[in-house]
């Protein structure tokens, strides 16, 4: 059974960084897919990084290209995302996912979730 834990989160002031962690344990094969979501009280979740073994480089949403870098340390079965020029909508409680086995949606949502931790960007 995998298992992601997200860690990171927290309150910066608009312009500021965090670098968040989701560290994946419980399964020794490799990933089809690892992506970030966010979800905004009141709003629907987003996806905001991803990225697919069918293509080395990550994607992101227009709302963060440029702000946002998605990295990986395979070696410690670790995803990031670096968030850099923070700004208040992207307050929101940030989740980490991944697919293993069959893919089993487009944008690595149909897999395994992680607890999510929360960003807030404060003007």
């Known amino acids: 059974q995998v298992r992601l834990v997200e860690s990171g989160g927290g309150s910066v002031q608009t312009g500021g960084s965090l670098r968040l962690s989701c560290a994946a344990s419980?399964?020794?094969?490799?990933?089809?897919?690892m992506g970030w979501f966010r979800q905004a009280p009141g709003k629907e979740r987003e996806g905001v990084a991803g990225i697919f073994t069918s293509n080395p480089t990550a994607l992101y949403n227009a709302a963060v290209n440029g702000r946002f870098a998605l990295s990986l340390d395979d070696a410690e079965n670790t995803m990031y995302l670096q968030m850099n020029e923070l700004k208040p909508e992207d307050t929101a409680m940030y989740y980490c996912?991944?697919?293993?086995?069959?893919?089993?949606?487009?944008?690595?949502?149909?897999?395994?979730w992680g607890q999510g931790t929360q960003v807030t960007v404060s003007s």
């Open positions: 996912a991944a697919e293993y086995g069959p893919p089993r949606s487009v944008d690595c949502s149909g897999g395994t």
């Open positions: 419980g399964y020794t094969a490799s990933s089809n897919c």
